[in-house]
């Protein structure tokens, strides 16, 4: 009996031995899983960024959650995030065209951009600096690193051609490979002389899309009047900064350059943040579809037109995964 006992005892022992491990096991199974349905979320929602102007173009601040619409495709949307200033970091492409047009300004355009970088570029933001000329070159790796940020600008020489479309795509391209959860803007300085892009317009404008990037177009024109001036390509720019809901500005000179970019740089501080999971949830397609987005501003006093009263700025759309 006792040899028995001894025996059963000792298998006891080894039963309980090879059931340990099980649970440890187990536990360590949990947190992909959970990670795996915050990614799933993340991905599912559709972030809206908006800037909303007054009549006489000041930014407008201070309206709640309730003042917004979103339609998806004419189909009004729940809103599930609302930020009234989105604290989201900014990745931001700065284009820089030092083509042969620009070359009298050039000096001073590099200066203002040093110093938009030193304004703009606060913990958490990243910037990366591109020279537009014969070739689209990046200067600089995404960074927060002002100095080595205005090294770059200052190493800009200048050249011949001006291939403003190929710009967009690389930019849009270098942006859509950043972290999720982070603004994407790119800059574009430039007399808006297209000239030797292999890409198209519309390359650009489905690039810059894709990415969720928002387009900030500086038009400087040392040619005033049009006949000397590329005006298609101004049309082309105007266009992609309208649909990625970014902003146009004319400077008068290039001396105002400093005060445009200040105010960018307090466009991107104040802009809201309007997050929905698409309802009815966009088909399944191998190809990318595109979907339109409409934000409005409403108002509860059927005598206050809000529609009249605000011009708001966002993204006009965008393409669901599939090939491009």
Do not use: W
């Not at 703009?120 to 600089?140: H, K």
């Not at 690389?170 to 002389?193: F, I, M, N, Y």
């Amino acid at each position: 009996m006792k040899r028995s006992a001894l025996v059963a005892a000792c298998l006891l022992s080894a039963a309980l031995l090879v059931s340990l491990p099980a649970a440890p096991q187990a536990r360590k199974l949990a947190p992909p899983q959970q990670e795996d349905r915050r990614i799933k979320a993340e991905v599912n929602l559709v972030s809206v960024i908006a800037s909303v102007l007054d009549k006489n173009g000041r930014r407008v601040t201070d309206l709640p959650k309730e003042a917004f619409e979103v339609h998806e495709e004419g189909v009004k949307q729940q809103v599930e995030v609302f930020e009234a200033e989105t604290q989201q970091p900014l990745d931001l492409a700065l284009l820089i065209d030092s083509s042969l047009s620009t070359l009298k300004e050039l000096a001073f355009e590099k200066e203002a951009a040093a110093r938009f970088i030193r304004q703009t570029v606060r913990p958490g933001d990243r910037l990366a600096v591109f020279e537009v000329s014969d070739v689209v070159t990046q200067l600089s790796e995404f960074s927060a690193n002002v100095a080595r940020l205005e090294e770059s600008v200052r190493r800009i020489e200048g050249g011949g051609g001006a291939p403003l479309y190929d710009a967009i795509v690389l930019g849009s391209q270098a942006l859509e490979k950043r972290p999720l959860g982070r603004r994407r803007v790119l800059v574009l300085v430039t007399d808006g002389g297209e000239t030797t892009s292999r890409a198209k317009f519309d390359d650009a404008r489905r690039a810059a899309l894709a990415a969720g990037t928002m387009l900030y177009t500086i038009l400087i024109n040392p040619v005033k009047s049009e006949g000397g001036r590329n005006t298609a390509g101004e049309h082309a720019l105007i266009t992609i900064t309208e649909v990625t809901g970014g902003s146009m500005y004319f400077p008068r000179d290039v001396a105002a350059l400093n005060d445009i970019f200040d105010r960018m740089d307090r466009e991107l501080r104040t802009q809201y943040r309007l997050g929905y999971y698409p309802t009815p949830r966009p088909p399944q397609s191998a190809a990318a579809t595109f979907r339109r987005i409409e934000v409005k501003v409403i108002s509860s006093d059927a005598a206050d037109r809000a529609a009249d009263r605000y011009t708001i700025h966002h993204r006009k759309g965008y393409f669901t995964p599939g090939e491009m």
